[in-house]
C-alpha cells in the first residue's frame, strides 16, 4: 500500500500553489479554521493545500423560459469539495447572494459535517443564483430540471447526492430525481435525499435538522449547568431549520423569548406561544405582526439577556462589530457558518459556548444517510427508528467533541473540526496518492 506521509517535515512536493487570500466571506472563515485544526493535527502544508481546494467544481448556465416568454440566463454551481470517504453529498441552494466561494465554503463544511457524524460520504454543495421568490413555480421547476440536466454527469447516488438547503424543499428534490431518473431510463431513488415520503423520502427527514440542533442545545445548556426547563432562548431565523428548533425547545421546556424572520422579529418576555406563531406565520407568511408580541429587530434579538442563541438562517450574522453584544451563554449554529472567525474569538473570550454548525445541524445529513440507505434498499424504517438513530449519532458525536475539546483545551468549533479533518486525512492516507 501507497502512504502518503503528511507529518510535519515529511517530504512532500514543494510546488503547490499558495491558495490566493480571498476577501473576507464564509470560504475565508472555513479556510481558517481547517487552517486551525490542520495546525494541531501537526500536518504539513501540501495537506492543508489538498483540503483547501475542492476536488472538483461545475459552473454551468441556466437558460430559463419565462411565464411571460422572455428568456432569462441564471448561473448554478455544483462544488464536490471532497470525495475521500465516499460520494459527495451536500444541498442545493436558490438564493440571490450564491457565489462561487460561497459554495466552496458551504461544501467543505458538508465534508466535516460528514466526517464528524460518521456518514460515509464526502462533502458538496450546490447554488443558483436566484431569488425564489420572484419566480412562479413552474419557473422554478424548470430552472430545478435544467440546471439538474447540466450537472447530471457529476451526481448519482454513487457520485453525489443532493439535498435541500435555503430556497429549495421536496418538491425541488422530486423534480431533480424525476429529471435524473427520465435520463437514465429507470427510478433513481437514491439520487437525492429530502425527497417527498410519498417519493422515497424518510420519515423524519424533514424535521431532521431542527431536532438534531435541539439535542445539542439541550446537551450544551446542560453542560453549561442550566437546565433547559430553566432556561430561555432566542432563534434567528424562522424557515425549516429555525421553525423546527424553537417548536421542540419549547416542547422541551425552553422558553423561546424571541424569533427573527427576514422581513423582523417578535419579542415576549413571558415567552411566544409558539402553536399561535406557528399559525400566524402559515396565514401570513411572516413571523411580523403576530399578535401578544413586540416588535424586535434583529440586532436586539442577537443581543437579548437569554440562555441560548440559536442563528438559523445565513453566514455572518455574528461577525467582529456585534459579538461583543451577545448575552446568551449558549450559541448552537441552526444555520452553516453563522458566525465569522473574528466573532468566534469575541465569543470566546467572553465565555460564550459555541456549538459549531457541523455538529448542531448535522441532523440532516444523517437523515439524508438514512433515506439514501433506505431507498438503496427499499426498505422503509419507521419514524421512532430514524429518530432514535439520529439521537445515537447526535449524542455520540456531542461526546466526541466535547472530549476532544477537553483534551485539547480548545473550543468546540476546533475541536470538532480536528476530528473530521483527520477522518478524511486517514482517508486518504489508506487510499493513497495516485498516480
Ligand atoms: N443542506 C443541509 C446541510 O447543510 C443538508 C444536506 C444533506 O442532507 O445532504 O447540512
Redo the contacts with the bound molecule.
Keep these: 500500500m501507497t502512504a502518503v506521509d503528511h507529518r510535519p517535515g515529511a517530504a512532500t512536493a514543494s510546488t503547490t500553489t499558495p491558495l490566493t487570500t480571498e476577501a473576507p466571506g464564509p470560504l475565508q472563515d472555513a479556510r481558517e479554521q481547517l487552517r486551525s485544526a490542520v495546525e494541531l493535527l501537526g500536518y504539513d502544508e501540501g495537506m492543508f493545500q489538498m483540503l483547501a481546494a475542492p476536488r472538483r467544481e461545475v459552473t454551468v448556465s441556466i437558460p430559463l423560459r419565462r411565464d411571460d416568454g422572455s428568456v432569462e440566463l441564471l448561473t448554478g454551481h455544483r462544488v464536490q469539495h471532497n470525495l475521500s470517504r465516499g460520494p459527495a ?5 436558490f438564493s440571490p447572494e450564491v457565489d462561487l466561494d460561497e459554495v466552496r465554503a ?1 461544501a467543505m ?2 465534508t466535516w ?1 460528514c466526517a464528524l457524524l460518521d456518514v460515509p ?1 464526502g462533502g458538496a ?1 450546490g447554488g443558483v443564483a436566484i431569488d425564489p421568490r420572484r419566480y412562479s413555480t413552474s419557473e422554478l421547476e424548470r430552472v430545478t430540471r435544467r440546471y439538474t440536466s447540466e450537472i447530471m454527469p457529476v451526481i448519482g447516488p454513487t457520485k453525489d ?6 430556497g429549495t424543499d421536496e418538491d425541488t428534490m422530486a423534480w431533480m430525481m424525476d429529471t435524473f431518473s427520465v435520463a437514465s431510463g429507470h427510478t433513481v431513488l437514491g439520487v437525492v ?2 425527497k417527498p415520503v410519498s417519493l422515497g423520502g424518510s420519515l423524519g427527514r424533514a424535521s431532521a ?1 431542527s431536532r438534531g440542533v435541539v439535542y445539542t442545545a439541550l446537551a450544551a445548556l446542560r453542560h453549561v449547568g442550566c437546565e433547559p426547563t430553566s432556561a430561555t432562548a432566542a432563534v434567528q431565523g424562522f424557515g425549516k431549520v429555525g421553525r423546527g428548533a424553537a417548536r421542540f425547545l419549547d416542547e422541551a421546556g425552553v422558553r423561546v423569548l424571541a424569533v427573527s424572520d427576514q422581513y423582523g422579529g417578535v419579542h415576549c418576555a413571558d415567552g411566544l406561544d409558539l402553536a399561535a406563531l406557528e399559525a400566524h406565520v402559515d396565514e401570513t407568511g411572516t413571523v411580523t405582526g403576530f399578535a401578544g408580541a413586540q416588535p424586535v429587530d434583529q440586532a436586539t434579538l442577537l443581543a437579548l439577556d437569554v440562555d441560548l442563541l440559536v442563528p438559523a438562517a445565513v453566514e455572518g450574522v455574528l461577525h467582529a462589530d456585534n459579538a461583543g453584544s451577545v448575552r446568551a451563554r449558549v450559541v448552537v449554529e441552526g444555520a ?1 457558518g453563522p458566525t465569522t472567525t473574528e466573532a468566534d474569538r469575541l465569543l470566546e473570550e467572553q465565555g460564550v459556548l459555541v456549538v459549531p454548525d457541523i455538529l448542531a ?2 441532523g ?2 444523517v ?3 438514512f433515506e439514501w440507505v433506505q431507498a438503496n434498499q427499499a426498505y422503509w424504517w419507521s419514524e421512532a427508528e430514524v429518530e432514535a438513530r439520529l439521537a445515537d449519532r447526535m449524542a455520540s458525536a456531542w461526546q466526541q467533541v466535547l472530549a476532544e475539546s477537553t483534551r485539547r483545551q480548545v473550543p468546540l468549533r476546533t475541536a470538532a473540526t480536528c476530528l473530521a479533518v483527520r477522518r478524511v486525512a486517514e482517508a486518504h492516507r489508506q487510499r493513497g496518492l495516485y498516480p
Excluded at 89 to 93: H, V
Design positions: 453529498k451536500g444541498g442545493l441552494r458551504l463544511w458538508m459535517k460520504y454543495k447526492i443532493p439535498a435541500p438547503d435555503i435525499t429530502g435538522t452553516n445541524n448535522a440532516g445529513v437523515v439524508s444517510y
